[in-house]
Nanobody, 115 residues
Framework: QVQLVESGGGLVQPGGSLRLSCVAS????????MGWYRQAPGKQRELVAA???????NYADSVKGRFTISRDNAKNTVYLQMNSLKPEDTAVYYC?????????WGQGTQVTVSA
């Protein structure tokens, strides 16, 4: 059973930066897409960014130009670099790995953007 473990969340002031990490218990190359999602209180979970195993990335409009997703296959890790953070970025951030017939989620990491 593959496990995904997120880390790197925390409290940051508006305009600040955080880098989230998602470490897989196995090879991430078996996931054809890995993504970061977030869920704010009272809202639905939404896609933030995703990256394929060939390195193609896409982003939600709300984070374009501020967030960068990357993957290190050798370390079985996917990152989300978040810059110019805004209060509306406050949410629990989840990592997801997608295979052809299955998907896996991490437990989430809280990101709070507040002065």
């Amino acid at each position: 059973q593959v496990q995904l473990v997120e880390s790197g969340g925390g409290l940051v002031q508006p305009g600040g930066s955080l880098r989230l990490s998602c470490v897989a218990s196995g090879s991430i190359f078996s996931f054809y897409v890995m993504g970061w999602y977030r869920q704010a209180p009272g809202k639905q979970r939404e896609l933030v960014a995703a990256i394929t195993n060939t390195g193609s990335a896409n982003y939600a409009d709300s984070v374009k130009g501020r967030f960068t997703i990357s993957r290190d296959n050798a370390k079985n890790t996917v990152y989300l670099q978040m810059n110019s953070l805004k209060p509306e970025d406050t949410a629990v951030y989840y990592c997801k790995g997608q295979k052809l017939a299955s998907q896996y989620w991490g437990q989430g990491t809280q990101v709070t953007v507040s002065a």
